[in-house]
């Protein structure tokens, strides 16, 4: 049997080389903390305070250009918000197809400004193919209220519930300030919207009987090309007071004009004086906004001019 002083001997609970040991290991801790005072070393780091926002979403740059895109045109279809978010991207390297951000990213946003109060978004029309529609609500337009009059007073939209029938030339329109924006990024862009809150504005004297989908500024001298969309034929004497208004209010005119509506567009357009007619371009809407191939009768879809 070993003696209790032997090598390999445990330490009985009270031997002094236990206490030497635990006196030694405490001394190593004091010097791995610095040698604190024993009043610090308790202390528990201070709790960061909560913000009173916290849950709470907050816009971006890329928000605010959205939502204000969305304000001016009345209403937003889904996949176009799709070509919106991508086109502001802060990140636009980084996405999988530099021209479209996922539905997901797409229905993330739409969450986050709901919260907000900020818009209204649904499926309007029927059929199945057809996406959901966004637009902004009355604390959305207030809001977001960015112009003002010339008393430098914000000017805060009227609010407009989509309607079903109106949808397809909003639609129509929108694709063509996209396209618009796309090739001719520097031009700055005013919808009708806002050009009848303008009109609203002046005396009845000076009023215009047609209002444009859209006025293009170019950047080099600020002359205003009109946008026209047209989707239904419309009667021969109207679609020439039209083009007449265009073309001696507008020094040009793009003109975006459907399958179906191009005959009689094209009908009123030969009518005009020579000099009239070179300040309207005749464009396809089906083959510049909305990608389909040219149709027989517009074999060679001719590029869009400025002057």
């Given at each position: 049997?070993?003696?209790?002083?032997?090598?390999?001997?445990?330490p009985a609970p009270g031997d002094e080389r236990t206490t030497r040991k635990r006196t030694s290991s405490s001394h190593a801790k004091k010097k791995s903390q610095g040698d604190a005072p024993p009043d610090d070393l308790g202390k528990k780091k201070k709790a960061r305070a909560t913000r009173e926002d916290k849950g709470i979403p907050r816009l971006e740059e890329r928000d605010l250009i959205v939502l204000r895109w969305i304000l001016q045109m009345y209403a937003v279809r889904f996949d176009q918000l799709q070509v919106l978010l991508a086109r502001h991207s802060p990140k636009k390297e980084e996405l999988t197809d530099p021209e479209h951000v996922s539905p997901s990213t797409v229905r993330t946003h739409l969450r986050r400004w709901k919260v907000l109060g900020l818009v209204m978004y649904k499926k309007i029309l029927y059929a199945k193919e057809d996406?959901?529609?966004?637009?902004?609500t009355p604390y959305g337009l207030d809001y977001l209220a960015f112009e003002e009059d010339e008393n430098g007073n914000p000017v805060v939209y009227s609010y407009y519930l989509p309607k079903p029938r109106e949808l397809p030339h909003i639609f129509l329109i929108n694709q063509a300030r996209l396209y618009i924006e796309r090739y001719y990024p520097t031009y700055t862009f005013k919808s009708e919207r806002q050009l009848r809150r303008e009109q609203n504005?002046?005396?009845k004297a000076i009023k215009q009987r047609h209002f444009t989908d859209g006025l293009i500024f170019r950047p080099d001298d600020g002359r205003?090309?009109?946008?026209?969309?047209?989707?239904?034929d419309k009667a021969g004497a109207r679609l020439k007071d039209i083009l007449q208004e265009l073309a001696q209010t507008y020094h040009r005119t793009w003109y975006f004009v459907s399958k179906t509506a191009?005959?009689?567009v094209m009908k009123a357009y030969e009518?005009?004086?020579?000099?009239?007619?070179?300040?309207i371009q005749i464009l396809s809407a089906e083959v510049k906004l909305l990608g389909l191939a040219p149709a027989q009768e517009v074999e060679?879809?001719?590029?869009?001019?400025?002057?």
């Open positions: 049997m070993l003696e209790p002083d032997q090598p390999g001997t445990p996406p959901l529609w966004c637009w902004l504005a002046r005396p205003a090309i009109a946008l026209e969309v047209e989707r239904w191009r005959t009689a009518q005009l004086p020579k000099g009239q007619r070179k300040r060679q879809e001719e590029e869009i001019s400025e002057e």
